[in-house]
């Protein structure tokens, strides 16, 4: 008796374990599109029509907009300084003072010597005067009335030439106030006040940068010539700055546009030189910097693009994998091999020109188990996928 009894219950919890694994299994979470015992999980994403920017990618050097070495004009020491290094500057602020007292001396000094000559001339004018009244009256010579003229000509040479001297001081005592040429932020200060300064004085007082706007240089290669020149036709190009690494996904620096194309090729390396502008409002570029510039030459308007993990290539060429619907009610989704052309190609997408159409869905993940025919369900939640 307790032997049956014990198989019943035996055959009661068989059964429940049987029960339990039926259930899970018809409640099993279905795949988004098709099914079956065979079928190789995938994800997929859809062929879709947007336009392609082609960028020329190229790596660049900051430099300043401007550079201007500031410079004493005349000799004498150096009393004051009048900016902290580092500083923005506006063009025409005074930077800094030589002594100007041997200057104004200098000066006063040919202002009065300038007086005595011009009273000299009045004299000398006067006497050709009369001169002149005389020789008609014949009671003087002729030579005497012509050397009384070459007299006041030389007089009014002479204030001629005070004046010119009195224009050069004046121009040196303003030099003894040095004032910013250019806008921009100042360097390091090289002379400190108390020096003695001069026109000779190698690195200047401080080298001033112009950062806003700034320039950077770049390459790139002489293939290229044709799409600068046709970009440059259609009208201004612009740039991208971004940081070292891919330039394709780096972090984007600041916007600009081409400003010069050398009209030479190096011949040494068959690269072409360029220089763009950019506005560099956060300063975010600074001279001397490296930094990945992208040249916009052109857009491919409503191309039909796919991710690039979705393109393999094979004997005959490029194809993806492209979802088909099943035959009948209930069957699984299949794949199979679509030849495609490919064009430009970027790290996020790939420009099909033939093969695909928009809303083609194409395997992006999974696609190395595949064959033409294989049967597929679709991982719901991958990009692109409905």
């Known amino acids: 008796m307790a032997k049956r009894r014990g198989r019943i219950i035996f055959g009661l919890v068989a059964l429940a374990l049987v029960g339990a694994v039926a259930y899970r299994l018809a409640h099993r979470t279905k795949p988004a599109h098709g099914s079956g015992a065979t079928a190789i999980p995938v994800e997929v994403a859809k062929a879709t029509r947007q336009n392609v920017p082609v960028y020329l990618d190229a790596l660049g050097t900051v430099v300043a907009y401007h550079t201007v070495t500031v410079q004493p004009m005349i000799t004498g020491p150096l009393t004051r300084i009048l900016f902290t290094p580092g500083q923005f500057v506006k063009k025409g602020d005074l930077l800094a003072e030589i002594d100007p007292a041997p200057y104004r001396a200098t000066l006063d000094q040919a202002e009065a010597k300038l007086a005595q000559d011009k009273a000299s001339l009045t004299n000398a004018e006067m006497q050709a005067r009369q001169y002149a009244s005389l020789v008609k009256q014949n009671y003087t010579s002729k030579l005497q009335a012509a050397t009384a003229l070459a007299t006041a000509a030389e007089d009014r040479a002479l204030v001629k030439q005070d004046e010119a001297s009195i224009e050069t001081d004046r121009i040196n005592l303003g030099y003894t106030r040095i004032t910013a040429p250019i806008s921009g932020r100042t360097g390091i200060l090289q002379v400190n006040a108390g020096n003695i300064v001069s026109p000779s004085t190698t690195s200047g007082i401080v080298v001033i940068n112009t950062l806003q706007p700034i320039s950077v240089q770049f390459s790139l290669p002489q293939q290229d010539l044709p799409a600068i020149i046709a970009a ?31 009209n030479t090729v190096n011949a040494n390396t068959g690269t072409l030189t360029l220089k763009g502008t950019f506005a560099n409002p956060d300063l975010t570029l600074w001279p001397g910097a490296y930094v990945n510039v992208r040249t916009l030459v052109r857009t491919i308007d409503n191309a039909v693009t796919v991710p690039p993990v979705a393109v393999q290539q094979g004997p005959s060429g490029s194809f993806v994998f492209l979802v088909k619907p099943p035959a009948k009610k209930g069957g699984s989704f299949t794949v199979i091999d679509q030849k495609v052309t490919l064009g430009v190609q970027t790290a996020r997408v790939v420009v099909v020109t033939s093969g695909l159409v928009p809303g083609d869905e194409v395997v992006t993940e999974g696609n190395s188990r595949l064959k033409g025919g294989s049967a597929i369900h679709i991982v719901t939640g991958s990009a692109g996928a409905p």
């Open 232 to 262: 440059m036709k259609r009208g201004k190009v612009d740039l991208l700055a971004t940081e070292e690494g891919d330039p394709q996904t780096a972090k984007v620096l600041d916007h600009g546009t081409l400003a010069v194309l050398d």
